[in-house]
């Protein structure tokens, strides 16, 4: 709507709206769709708002699940307490995220959707990393970096429902 509205007010040529749609086609994720038509619209209605305020938990429990945005570059800290970022839900702003990281006696609980690609590089000190969540070669990458010191960082897929014996 928004690449045809643009084309017929003479703010795209014809060759530009191709190009636009047919990248449009391609897009995998919520910010490449967003780059499309981010000049075409007043900042007031733009599809895409982002919250990068940094999630932080100290001597507690910290979670975000739900309908959310993540940016391409956000923050997690978790000071004796567990945060969990739950993504089976939430938007990627991006193909690629980088998610820096401060655990220091706690736990980050990262619950991914199947398809997404986790990495690693973040330093351990008397810390440990498990990655959980089978790896897909052209899917999303979510790049946890940072520090782990006395604490665990944890990418899992979410839990499946049991299946009820009572159920047919």
């Not at 993504?87 to 193909?95: E, G, K, M, N």
């Not at 398809?115 to 899917?139: C, H, W, Y």
């Amino acid at each position: 709507m928004v690449l045809n509205d643009a084309l017929a007010d003479g703010r795209l040529s014809h060759d530009e709206h191709e190009e636009r749609l047919e990248r449009l086609y391609q897009a995998r994720t919520l910010g490449e769709i967003t780059a499309l038509i981010a000049d075409l619209l007043p900042p007031e209605e733009q599809p895409l708002r982002t919250d990068v305020r940094p999630v932080a938990a100290f001597f507690g429990s910290e979670r975000r699940s739900g309908r959310w945005v993540v940016p391409s570059h956000f923050t997690a800290t978790a000071i004796c307490a567990n945060v969990t970022l739950d993504l089976c839900d939430a938007l990627l702003q991006s193909r690629h995220v980088t998610l820096q990281v401060t655990v220091m006696g706690g736990t980050l609980t990262l619950v991914v959707p199947e398809g997404v690609r986790i990495e690693m590089p973040a330093s351990t000190f008397l810390g440990g990393k498990k990655n959980q969540v089978p790896s897909s070669p052209d899917g999303p990458v979510i790049e946890i970096t940072g520090v782990v010191s006395m604490g665990n960082i944890v990418a899992k897929s979410p839990k499946r429902p049991r299946r009820s014996w009572f159920r047919r």
